[in-house]
């Protein structure tokens, strides 16, 4: 590992990636950590950085002790789907998009629903031209998780034609196991977070 801090500097990634990192690190309170606009990018960059470093400490010494460094990672498939609400929207309906459903493997529901919803708005951030007529001031966005294992002795009796994704989960009512939701203001933050290292990036 290099500690040449010039080296250092010129391997920095871009705010939106850390985001990402952090949100596959499953770090909680990652809206608080990631956006605070009162701050300057380099550092915003700086604070998530150090949040990475002491939560990637922490996740280390806590593997250590339940000693998962010597036994085969086993992780559950869950099935998520995210949906959106805005003042025109009577209830939820299903986000636009190929990201707003599908399956993933985690250890449980709620790090799934965690990880998979920022992933959601990274993607909006990032085809955000897209989705501009779409975007909102209003919008809150919730992606709804299922262990499909569970779910599936309901899914079978209620619609047993159907085939197993969430969209079936949430048409049978099954409940799911875990429920993320953002505000429009934290929707919006994000978004704007993104917004803000491309445009820093590329003046650079």
């Known amino acids: 590992m290099t500690k040449d801090l010039t080296d250092v500097r010129?391997?920095?990634?871009?705010l939106r990636r850390l985001h990402q990192v952090a949100a596959l690190l499953n770090m909680p309170h990652l809206d608080e950590t990631a956006t605070h606009h009162d701050a300057p990018p380099a550092g915003r960059r700086a604070a998530l950085y150090a949040g990475i470093a002491d939560w990637a400490r922490l996740s280390a010494q806590a593997a250590e002790q339940l000693g998962e460094f010597d036994s085969p990672e086993v992780a559950d498939r869950f099935a998520y789907l995210i949906e959106y609400c805005d003042q025109h929207s009577r209830g939820w309906h299903r986000a636009p998009g190929e990201h707003s459903d599908g399956t993933a493997l985690g250890d449980t529901a709620e790090t799934v629903a965690e990880t998979v919803l920022p992933h959601y708005i990274t993607h909006l951030a990032e085809h955000r031209d897209t989705y501009q007529l779409w975007l909102v001031e209003s919008l809150s966005l919730r992606a709804?998780?299922?262990?499909?294992?569970?779910?599936?002795?309901?899914?079978?009796?209620?619609l047993p034609n159907r085939p197993s994704s969430a969209c079936t989960y949430a048409e049978a009512g099954v409940p799911p196991h875990a429920v993320e939701i953002r505000t429009p203001s934290q929707v919006h933050r994000i978004?704007?977070?993104?917004?803000?290292?491309?445009?820093?990036?590329?003046?650079?």
């Open 10 to 14: 010129d391997r920095l990634v871009p």
């Open 191 to 204: 978004l704007n977070l993104h917004t803000d290292a491309v445009v820093n990036g590329r003046g650079s």
């Open 144 to 158: 709804s998780v299922w262990h499909v294992d569970s779910a599936e002795a309901h899914r079978r009796s209620r």
